[in-house]
């Protein structure tokens, strides 16, 4: 028996469903069946079948399906033409930014360079799909969001503030909760404010980062030659790394030029079961759409 299989079961659903996506990011390549995953977080299998795909939009099964790179392989092909087209069409422009339910203002580079000095940032931590979420914001938007495991708060706080050192840092646990409760709502339509904090070009390279559709993918080189020149891949690369507002701002769909995820800030199996989350339900309004017609 797996050591997460042996652990006391959460009776948070959130936590339960958090443990449960770990796990099948994890053993993917096992093709562990519903019985065994629903034995992690000690549920019986019909409960854990509803319960995960309530909390996560899609079945255990179809999660599992998507975790390969086979099809992200498959949308390389098209990465190129589908986000240049997004960001021939004007990403600043209003219509896109409604799409995405996105308000989105960039701190001024002399703010940036003031390393947060001014600023108060609260921030606060809940549990979200992919782990332990901690969200951080300014009375302009969300500034940061990032994830970890039970037990790295402080390191994951280290790391988000050690990005504007001179800010005012307040903790606000239930401003925090709404947040991550409106981000992880795949049903949102309210308006959801961002605060870019970081370097005019950082900012460039994170605003075409949400030209690229859930469901698709991109890579360093295909978003370098758009915003700048193919041979600042190093450059878009670093960049893509310091998005502060992961998920948000999708820098989990840059993949390397041959379809391998490379590295990612929060961890290669979290971005893994972040691709396969929005791999499934992409497949899933395709699938309803088509019926429609």
């Not at 690229?212 to 700048?228: M, N, Q, R």
């Not at 030029?257 to 971005?271: F, P």
Request: with cysteine; proline share 5%.
């Amino acid at each position: 028996m797996s050591k997460l299989v042996s652990m006391t079961a959460p009776a948070d659903p959130a936590e339960r469903m958090a443990r449960a996506i770990a796990y099948l990011a994890a053993r993917y390549r096992e093709q562990p069946s519903l019985e065994e995953a629903a034995a992690v977080v000690g549920l019986s299998p019909y409960h854990f079948q509803r319960l995960f795909t309530r909390f996560v939009g899609v079945s255990p099964k179809a999660f599992i399906g998507h975790l390969t790179l086979n099809h992200a392989k498959r949308e390389l092909a098209q990465g190129s033409s589908v986000l240049g087209a997004a960001l021939e069409a004007g990403l600043s422009g209003p219509s896109r930014l409604h799409d995405l339910c996105l308000k989105i203002e960039a701190m001024t580079p002399g703010d940036y360079a003031r390393a947060g000095a001014g600023v108060t940032i609260e921030y606060g931590f809940a549990l979200c799909p992919f782990g332990q979420a901690l969200v951080l914001a300014t009375e302009k938007g969300v500034c940061g969001l990032g994830f970890g495991d039970g037990g790295e708060e402080e390191d994951m706080l280290a790391d988000m503030t050690a990005r504007w050192p001179r800010a005012q840092y307040r903790s606000n646990p239930a401003r925090a909760a709404k947040l991550i409760r409106r981000i992880f709502d795949s049903n949102r339509r309210e308006m959801l404010p961002l605060h870019l904090m970081g370097t005019p070009f950082q900012v460039k390279v994170w605003e075409a980062l949400l030209a690229i559709p859930s469901g698709h993918f991109s890579t360093y080189g295909t978003i370098a030659g758009k915003i700048a020149t193919v041979d600042s891949s190093r450059a878009v690369g670093a960049a893509v790394g310091r998005n502060p507002i992961s998920w948000i701002i999708p820098c989990h769909r840059v993949l390397g030029s041959t379809g391998a995820l490379t590295g990612y800030h929060w961890g290669i199996a979290r971005k893994r079961a972040m691709l396969a989350v929005e791999a499934a339900r992409a497949e899933i309004q395709t699938l309803s759409t088509s019926a429609m017609l």
